[in-house]
């Protein structure tokens, strides 16, 4: 195995991204489905990890103001690496890059958590951040019962 090296998202690995986001979806969504183009579009910035060029991993970046409402922070959307190449550097090169990047642009990093491993990662790396929401998510039949309760 080669060095791991971190590269800014080109598309000439527009099949290797869109594997690995359906990666993430089956891993985190139990659904294995992803449009890589539409999150190409969403992002600001996306970084792969590459290893004998081949990306075994991405992490991807929002400019968030959330529609004007608050100062701006670079949003660390999505991290994800390979199953056979968690246990290596890329990760770990991942989440340094998110420092320069939060760093270079000038905004303060705003942390999105889908799981408990994003959240050991993030507890490994020491930064003190502020909780700023829980969300949650309602099956529609659920939304659909209560909705006919108050609607009578």
């Not at 359906?22 to 600001?44: L, N, P």
């Not at 991942?94 to 000038?106: A, E, F, R």
Request: charged share 25%; hydrophobic share 35%; with cysteine.
């Amino acid at each position: 195995m080669g060095k791991v090296t971190i590269e800014l998202y080109h598309n000439k690995h527009e099949d290797a991204l869109q594997e690995m986001l359906e990666g993430f979806s089956r891993d985190i969504y139990g659904e294995g489905v992803a449009d890589v183009k539409v999150f190409i579009d969403a992002h600001w910035f996306i970084y792969l990890a590459i290893q004998d060029g081949e990306p075994i991993g991405f992490s991807s970046y929002i400019y968030n103001d959330y529609c004007g409402l608050r100062p701006p922070v670079l949003g660390n959307t999505f991290l994800y690496v390979k199953e056979p190449y968690r246990r290596g550097r890329a990760a770990y090169l991942l989440t340094k890059q998110t420092g320069y990047v939060c760093v270079d642009v000038g905004l303060p990093l705003e942390l999105y958590i889908a799981s408990d491993e994003s959240d050991l990662i993030t507890k490994a790396i020491g930064l003190e951040g502020e909780k700023l929401y829980t969300a949650y998510e309602y099956p529609l039949h659920e939304i659909q019962k209560r909705y006919s309760y108050f609607k009578k």
